[in-house]
């Protein structure tokens, strides 16, 4: 089995974290397995033969792990997709919500809190929108994705949005939207997560929160980027920002056996930082950042969320009628046919291979024809 620079790092150290005194999460070691033995024929595998001149194909199961770098991206594609089909012919802006690097510590020993980064940022913006018109109750759509980590892998939850420029409303049926309340944003979104937090937490944070007003007197940090006018504009954006993997293996320039060279463009200037540390250390870094199980990096609010009255009504991004082209995109034959320019199930004789066995565990099919010699 061909691995991974990411596998062999994880396949050479992780033990040493288990048989250490640090406490690994459950999800952590079902997902670093899933990972390492990603494309393991012992796993399972599919059998291709070519009816015509007895060739085949051996094709192993991979993990579908959001934390395999390669199962991360085709899980990332499949999600802009299913994305894509939700949203509304209209230009989008994508907004980050941050907080302060004093509250960081709290979501990292209670995950559960995550879930108050998207609840206190979708009731800004329904708040920003409600304040347009009360009768109107406008209701945008948007999508929020949760990202804890930072360019450096350090521990940094934030939530990046896509929201529409628009709304519908209870009497009309779109309103275009192209001024956002920054300011009204910043100091809602610190109001309600903050509140949030201390129901949750109790009394012992009415200090944090007291230094958090001190401190924070504009509300926390909200970022827009330069409006998506375009459908190539969002398509790129929904691909590069909803669903990525904590590292892509470009940014892993070495790998020696014992420690691990990685760069990155530092934030506050863009500046290439080149950083080398130990496989544990590395490791470390990066599994504080697999998300608990059943836990959901992205949610959709508001139209995007539900059904709303004039739903039949607004015009959709991708029509109904073109979903399916865009679904078969991501099959595992097309989307190697269209980053490899070649397709995977065409024998050397100019047939079409066809599907003869599915392998879920042993392999006596892929033992018996691995003596021929002839496997792909």
Known sequence: MHMSILQNIFADHFHKLL????????????????????????????????????????????????????????????????????????????????????LRIFFRKDRSLLNFLFKATADAIFFMFKKLSKSENFTPGFICVLHTFGRSLQWNPHIHMLISEGASGNFSIWRTVKHFHYELLRKSFRFTLLNYLEAHIGKSFKKVKSYIYKHCPNGFYVYAKPTLTNNQDVLKYIGRYLGRPVIATSRIDNYDGENVTFHYNRHEDNNLITETVSAVDFIKKLIIHIPEKHFKMIRYYGIYAKHHKHENKLRLFIPKEKRRFHTLRNSWRTSISLSFHFDPLLCKCGHKMTLFQICLNGTPFFEKFKSWGNSS
């Open 19 to 102: 048989n250490s005194n640090i406490k690994i999460r459950d999800t952590v070691i079902e997902n670093v397995d899933k990972m390492i033995h990603c494309g393991d024929y012992k796993r399972g595998y599919a059998f291709y033969f070519c009816e015509h001149c007895s060739h085949f194909m051996v094709s192993p199961f991979r993990c579908r792990s959001r934390f395999c770098t390669s199962c991360g991206n085709l899980y990332s594609r499949k999600r802009s997709t299913a994305m894509s089909f939700k949203l509304v012919h209209s230009s989008h802006r994508h907004c980050v919500f941050t907080i302060p690097e004093e």
